[in-house]
Antibody, heavy 119, light 110 residues
Framework: EVQVLESGGGLVQPGRSLRLSCTVS????????LSWVRQAPGKGLEWIAF??????????HYAASVEGRFSLSRDDSKGIAYLQMSSLKTEDTAVYYC??????????WGQGTLVTVSS | QPALTQPASVSGSPGQSLTIPCTGT?????????VSWYRQDPGKAPQIFMY???KRPSGVSNRFSGSKSGNTASLTVSGLQTEDEGDYYC??????????FGGGTTLTVL
């Protein structure tokens, strides 16, 4: 069974940084394009970042709300994608989901990791 | 503010048909057939429910169908059942490696 797993969430103060990780088990990580989608408490889903397969350059793309503060990278040798989040704001508080991207859809979702930005 | 517009809630009686509209723009829904729908049950991660406008993943009832006209996509359920209750989100590819979501619709069976 193919699974997506996130880790790294927690409580962080405004202005600080946090790094989330995402792995894919049961399938080739290198063959997986990945995205991060977040959900603030009681709110809807928000797409925030996407990274192409390395064979297509591994190029990251970001939503305007996180551009310049978040950085998505991948290390296919370790089978891990990293979402580096900097200059965190209280409005970044959310459950962060890593998803596998298949064509134009998010076909597999992790269970989510909670990030709380608070002093 | 979500980029795609969905009603916050829809409701119907068992056996009825319901449609959830999802309105975007000519830069997303109107130009790409990468419209997908996700269902989220309370406390759970979302799951793919419909993709490429009208394709159902295995396990999704054929009572559900997807369509698109212009800048508006729709998810229709016929023969409403209590198990259909949940939150439904539409999503569209918006070009250059970006996606946009709707605000979500809570479907309630009366």
């Amino acid at each position: 069974e193919v699974q997506v797993l996130e880790s790294g969430g927690g409580l962080v103060q405004p202005g600080r940084s946090l790094r989330l990780s995402c792995t894919v088990s049961g399938s080739s990580f290198a063959d997986s394009a990945l995205s991060w989608v977040r959900q603030a408490p009681g709110k809807g889903l928000e797409w925030i970042a996407f990274i192409r397969k390395e064979v297509y350059g591994g190029t990251p793309h970001y939503a305007a709300s996180v551009e310049g503060r978040f950085s998505l990278s991948r290390d296919d040798s370790k089978g891990i994608a990293y979402l580096q989040m900097s200059s965190l704001k209280t409005e970044d508080t959310a459950v962060y989901y890593c998803t596998r991207v298949n064509g134009g859809l998010f076909d597999l979702w992790g269970q989510g990791t909670l990030v709380t930005v608070s002093s | 503010q979500p980029a795609l517009t969905q009603p916050a809630s829809v409701s119907g009686s068992p056996g009825q048909s319901l449609t959830i509209p999802c309105t975007g723009t000519s830069a997303d829904v109107g130009i790409y057939n990468y419209v997908s729908w996700y269902r989220q049950d309370p406390g759970k991660a979302p799951q793919i429910f419909m993709y490429d406008v009208d394709k159902r993943p295995s396990g999704v009832s054929n009572r559900f169908s997807g369509s698109k006209s212009g800048n508006t996509a729709s998810l229709t359920v016929s023969g409403l059942q209590t198990e259909d209750e949940g939150d439904y989100y539409c999503c569209s590819y918006a070009g250059s490696g970006t996606w946009v979501f709707g605000g979500g619709t809570t479907l309630t069976v009366l």
